[in-house]
Nanobody
Framework: EVQLVESGGGSVQAGGSLRLSCAAS????????IGWFRQAPGKRREGVSC?????????YYEDSVKGRFTISRDNAENRIFLEMNNLKPEDTAVYYC???????????????WGRGTQVTVSS
């Protein structure tokens, strides 16, 4: 049914850049929001950056990544990207792609997750 596959993680030095990609199938931008979450060892999973469905096109960025990360969505290819610049050691985490299916009444119907991709930033 719904499949989310992340790629683009790796190890970089502080100040470097990475571009994450999430290939999605079984979803539509008309009624799915999609974005990126991350989880560092010993910490709770947190939202990084998300875009709403076509119904709600708002974009969200976690405060610590504003000005450094940029999310984009390619509807034709059912893919989202996260351009990460000026990476910091505290960005080290497993990054997950997540898609959320909403009804026309803004009710969350379902929640899907990829397996994640590791991002490691050294000082």
């Amino acid at each position: 049914e719904v499949q989310l596959v992340e790629s683009g993680g790796g190890s970089v030095q502080a100040g470097g850049s990475l571009r994450l990609s999430c290939a999605a199938s079984g979803i539509s931008s008309e009624d799915f929001a999609i974005g990126w979450f991350r989880q560092a060892p010993g910490k709770r999973r947190e939202g990084v950056s998300c875009v709403g469905s076509d119904f709600d096109g708002r974009t969200y960025y976690e405060d610590s990544v504003k000005g450094r990360f940029t999310i984009s969505r390619d509807n034709a290819e059912n893919r989202i990207f996260l351009e990460m610049n000026n990476l910091k050691p505290e960005d080290t985490a497993v990054y997950y792609c997540s898609a959320k299916h909403y009804s026309a009444y803004d009710v969350l119907l379902n929640d899907y997750w990829g397996r994640g991709t590791q991002v490691t930033v050294s000082s």
